[in-house]
């Protein structure tokens, strides 16, 4: 009988479930891929493993293929704990909802630049004070990678049969709103947003919302400086990116059979704690 290959790669624990009497199998997000791995015996007291399988962890695992299964983890070694997120309630909140966006958004092959974005994200989760700006940033970041990039650049509508594409340049002056469609995929000029005002599903979108969009969706986290985020805008945000992100996942069924109940709870309900 052929030997299992062993193969060494660094993951990022995105979910566990229990399975069997003492097993568990772990959803892990590695730099090419996302994928189930059986942990044999964790959930014995005496297990060395399981510390180093906790949810949010970032793990060096030395993995045994199997043909017939999930492969198998031989050795896990956290390299990050992210204690924080496990026993603080509302990160560990926001940090549920990043690894849900991730195994709703993808599945099988990924890439490095997810990796690196879900890495960083997390990291951010445990230490930064403003939360909700940690995950507006994240949302915009991911969907672009899902290839899902709303368009914030130039208005989305159309007016007369006609493809508007106004370039967006929201200030505070700006007397009328601008607007978001889900189903057009962007935002609107304050002209088509009035104009298209009856359509399905779209949104007012203050100038302040809007260029907080372009923002997360333009910048690095590092790069958006330390401009309060308004708790009005806050919200505005998170429940244009709610519909927008339901829209998306709804038209997609081999993400939708993964949706549970506790749909995107983290962007409304809950406002940055800092
Ligand atoms: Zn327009």
């Known amino acids: 009988m052929a030997q299992p290959k062993l193969y060494q790669v660094e993951g990022v624990v995105l979910a566990r479930r229990d399975f069997g009497e003492a097993d568990r199998v772990v959803t892990v997000l590695t730099p090419v891929e996302r994928v ?62 990043v690894a849900e966006l991730v195994l709703r958004f993808f599945e099988g092959e990924t890439g490095e630049p997810l990796y690196r974005l879900v890495e960083a994200t997390l990291s951010l989760l445990e230490a930064e004070p403003h939360l909700e700006r940690v995950v507006r940033w994240y949302e915009q970041q991911l969907l672009a990678l899902a290839g899902f990039r709303p368009e914030l650049d130039y208005c989305v509508g159309e007016r007369d049969s006609e493809a508007c594409g106004a370039a967006l340049h929201p200030r505070p002056q700006d007397s009328q709103p601008y607007g978001f469609s889900p189903e057009r995929g962007g935002a609107l000029c304050p002209d088509c947003s009035y104009a298209l005002r009856a359509e399905r599903g779209v949104l007012l979108l203050s100038p302040s919302a809007l260029s907080w969009l372009q923002g997360f969706q333009r910048r690095h986290y590092s790069e958006l400086g330390d401009y309060e985020f308004p708790s009005r805008t806050q919200r505005e945000v998170a429940r244009v990116m709610e519909r927008y992100i339901i829209h998306h996942l709804e038209r997609r069924p081999a993400v939708l059979r993964l949706m549970g109940d506790h749909e995107v709870s983290a962007t409304g309900s809950h406002v940055g704690d800092g």
């Open 36 to 97: 189930d791995l059986l942990a044999h015996g964790v959930r014995k007291t005496r297990s060395r493993k399981s510390g180093h399988l906790e949810l949010f962890c970032t793990t060096q695992l030395l993995i045994s293929r199997a043909k017939s299964s999930w492969d198998v983890v031989s050795q896990a070694e956290a390299t990050t704990t992210r204690a924080a997120l496990r026993e603080d309630f509302n990160r560990g909140t926001y940090a549920r909802y």
